[in-house]
């Protein structure tokens, strides 16, 4: 069995490999260069990838499944060469949402609890306990309610904060006050105090967070995006920043990663940056579930995590 391997980062790629043979899986390991584009046509039979390049799958034709070493599978799933018929399976474990679930829960209560006051607090010697903050007073709002989303609901209702979930169709979540449909955007965003993105990236979402959305919120409002760069239209966060209609933004993703020097937003006193890590992936649990897939797959047997090519997730 041949595996083909593509991580920006190729010591990121090795690592891949390592942990993948130390999962007791036997296979020939190729890495993708795409300096030296080999000759003819490519015998891979599975490829393990991050941001894969269009030429890994017009070179590697006969690929059974691409794994995505990701949550997110949209970068494999915009590129032209990518087979229509070719299996895209993404990470589908617990942990990503947990470690996502512990980066929300971080930076909301960073927000409610007006904590970054106590770093300026404490550098003037100041002891100046902010007023109670009541959960109910902040209303919470999760744009995507698949598996991450659920998480994040489960841990921040069960603190005690009023969860909103918003979704394309129609949800029953337990402890979350469930809109659906461009229909019932307004009446989720005017509900919701801060608003996190975990929608996953289509053409339907592409750009999701503008003016527009911002201005439905109450005013003051805030927004966590730990979705995709592209959900977000940049200047519009910067227009509703100086209104007044936002009063801060956490962001995990960008447009551009990693965020150019010269962006704005790292200046930004109102905007708390992060590069990329909410999600972050634990590569020993990530190798372990593609192997146990690959093995599933080679004895023909069912998968979860393949992703469904009409919805983009
Ligand atoms: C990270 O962004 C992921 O999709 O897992």
Redesign the pocket.
């Known amino acids: 069995m041949n595996i083909v391997f593509y991580s920006p980062t190729r010591a990121r790629a090795q690592q891949w490999e390592e942990k993948l043979k130390a999962q007791g899986l036997q296979f020939k390991a190729q890495h993708w260069n795409t300096d030296s584009t080999p000759a003819g046509v490519g015998d891979a039979d599975y490829a393990v990838v991050w941001l894969p390049p269009e030429q890994l799958f017009q070179h590697h034709t006969h690929l059974k499944a691409v794994f995505?070493?990701?949550?997110?599978?949209d970068a494999i799933l915009k590129l032209h060469s990518l087979p229509d018929h070719l299996s895209v399976v993404?990470?589908d474990d617990e942990e990503?949402g947990s470690k996502m679930a512990e980066y929300v829960l971080y930076m909301v209560a960073r927000i409610t609890r007006g904590m970054d006051h106590y770093a300026t607090a404490k550098a003037e010697k100041k002891w100046t306990p902010a007023p109670y903050a009541y959960f109910s007073d902040w209303p919470i709002g999760l744009m995507g309610l698949g598996k991450i989303g659920r998480q994040i609901a489960g841990l921040l209702s069960s603190l005690g904060y009023p969860i909103n979930g918003w979704a394309r169709s129609p949800r029953d979540i337990k402890g979350v006050t469930c809109y659906h449909g461009s229909d019932q955007f307004t009446d989720f965003l005017g509900a919701s105090r801060i608003v996190i993105n975990v929608l996953p990236l289509t053409d339907a979402t592409t750009g999701i967070l503008n003016m527009q959305t911002f201005s439905r919120m109450p005013k003051g409002g805030h927004i966590i995006n730990i979705g995709?760069g592209e959900h977000l239209d940049e200047t519009a966060l910067l227009q509703a920043l100086d209104q007044g209609q936002l009063a801060g933004a956490v962001l995990d993703?960008f447009r551009q990663e990693p965020l150019p020097e010269s962006h704005p937003f790292w200046t930004d006193a109102r905007i708390h940056v992060t590069p990329?890590i909410s999600?972050a992936?634990n590569l020993d649990q990530a190798m372990k579930q593609i192997a146990a897939k690959i093995k599933a797959l080679q004895e023909g047997k069912a998968i979860s995590g393949i992703v469904d090519r009409r919805t983009g997730y």
């Open positions: 995505n070493v990701g949550a997110g599978a993404r990470l990503i995709r993703v990329h999600g992936t």
